[in-house]
Each structure stands twice: as structure tokens, then as C-alpha cells.
């Protein structure tokens, strides 16, 4: 009996093994951008060409930058919790329009509705490369220093809001 | 003989026009993913070898090099034009290292976090050589007679139906 124990013991442990790596999700690659300084942008606004919005301009307040574009269709499955979240007035947030065209932007705005107090606009994708961005959409908590405090990857559910996102920004503000 | 020669021609003159078509379709296809091998070689040369360095996180097997994802495009030009500014292989990973993680690396550092993964194998080989010689050992140390099949084994009382 007892010699039996040992391979036992082995197929509990490597099932414990594969039932860990089954419940991660290999997309959620943990970004080593968070509690580090937001990567500097200067980027024209989706809706005003002419004007150009800086990283530095919006020091000194806690706000959201979340990475969407008309082309991504997990964008769609958000867009509601985050014009839900913009109406209950909370911090800003700001969109990085990602690799999208400016009139396709505009257009997916005027019809699922702005969450945005204004949108970056980058057309190739550079302003992405500076932040990680590689699954959109994506959203970063950054503070009033101007620190990235977290990142989330994929559509913000009700649940990430209410659990991780809105916890920490009353942490941040507080 | 003269039907035969006929025969021989038309299949060939197919066979030609069969060609032809085919380097029509297959050329203006070709043209439309040449123009990435950009102008300066020697550059295009060391981007290629910096991006095989390189995970698309897109598409997470393969390399920045091999995937035609968006995002290994971007990648590929922002590793060229660094190239061009003159900055050092090493300057390039750790850009994107910075931005993405070691996860982006296809031999990722070692250091506490990765030393399971990097002497995991070796350590593996080791168990099983001792586990093997352990085995092996004690087997010899046995006397003949229980390698004799129609001798029962010792143990066979707990083991076999009563």
C-alpha cells in the first residue's frame, strides 16, 4: 500500500499544477508600467485637430485613460459601463483613440454615446507602443503625480469597476 | 503521327498560358508585401534579428518577427527607426522590456522570479537520474531467483486476489 503513496502524492501535485495553469489566462500579461510615471504623450484630440493635449496638462487630478478605437469590437461590450461610470461623475476619462481613423472615431462617439472628456488621437499606434498596449481595449488608473496605479486589460466589466477600479480611486482621492 | 504532334502542342501552349495566368495572379500579391523590406538592408537585417528576440503579445507564439499581427508591424517599425537613430540592440529590448515586461522576451533574464524556469529542467533530469540509479541499484542488490517469473515475489501475498 504504502508504495503506492508516493506516485499518489506526484499525480495530486501535478494535478494541482495544471489546475493552477488552467484558470490563468495567458492574455493578462501583468504590466511593468504600473507604479511607474505615465509615459509622456502630446497627441492632438479626436475632436479638435488643432488642439494638442500633453501627459502634463493633466497632472494633479486622478483620471482614467482608456485605450478604445471604432475597429475593436470589445469596445462595444464596455462603452455602456463606461458612459454609466461618466454619468455617475467620477474621475475623467480619457480615451486613447488607437489606431483608427478620425472620421471612423467620431462617428462610433456620435453613435454609442461620449464617456470621454476627450480622446488622443493616435492614427499609428505610437502613443500604444509608449503604454504597453497590446490587447484593446485597455484602461490605466493614473494619479494626481501622474503615476500609473493599475491596468486593466479587456473590457472593463461592472465588476472590475465596482470591485478594483472605483476602490482605488476613492484610495487615490481620499 | 500528325494528330499526336497537334495534341503534344495544344497541351503545351495550355501548360503556357496555364503560367502565365499563374504569374499574373501571384505577382500584384507579392508586390503588396514587398515594400516592408525597406530600403536599407543592413538595418532591415538587425531588426529582423532584434524581432525573433521578441514575443508578439498579440499572438503570443510567435515572434514579432514571424506575425503579421497589427501590432508586430508597429513593433518592426519602431524597432527600425531606433535602429536608424543609432541605438545599440540591447537599448531596443530594453525599451520594449520596459513597456511589456519580461514576458516580451524570448530568453527572459534570470533572476529569483525566473529560476524555476530556467534550472526547472535541469532539476527535473536530476530527480529522474536519481530516481533511475536508486532503482537501479536496489535491483541489483536483489537475488536472481526474484527476476524468476514462476517464483512468486515476496510481496505477492498483499497484492494478489485471495
Redesign the interface.
Known sequence: MKRFLLPLALFFVLVAFLATGLRLDPREVSSPLVDKPAPAFQATVLARPEFILRRDDLLGKVWLLNVWASWCSACRVEHPVLIDFARRGGVPIYGLNYKDKREDGLGWLRQFGNPYRDSLFDPDGRIGIDYGVYGVPETFVIDSKGVIRYKHIGPVTPDVLRDTIEPLLRKLNA | MHERLVRTLTRSARAVAMAFLMLVFIVPSSAVEAPAAAENPEIEARMMAVATELRC??C?NQTIADSHA??AE??RR?IREMLAKGKSEREILDYM???????VLYRPPFKPATALLWIGPALLMAVALTALATVLRRRQRMSAEVFDPDTPDEEAD?DAPR
Open positions: 503579445l498579440v503570443q497589427g501590432l508597429d513593433l519602431q522590456t520596459e513597456r511589456y515586461g519580461d514576458f498483499d
